[in-house]
């Protein structure tokens, strides 16, 4: 359980960097009408609360361990 919510954790850290990259890259484009049909905020947001609550559970020992 510990070594699978570690890796949920990071997998979740790693999705938070691409989408944040996206979304830099996103706000830096040059054709202003070339928007995208992806959410990079939603997802870096729900990616890192994933990344904490996982990193927690990891730290706490598992739930009912």
Do not use: C, K, Y
């Amino acid at each position: 359980m510990q070594v699978s919510m570690l890796s949920v954790s990071i997998g979740a850290a790693a999705l938070f960097g691409i989408a944040e990259a996206a979304d830099w890259r996103r706000r830096h484009r040059r054709d202003v009408d070339n928007v995208g049909f992806m959410p990079w905020r939603g997802i870096a947001l729900a990616s890192v609360a994933v990344a904490l609550l996982s990193a927690a559970v990891w730290l706490h020992g598992g739930a009912g361990t």
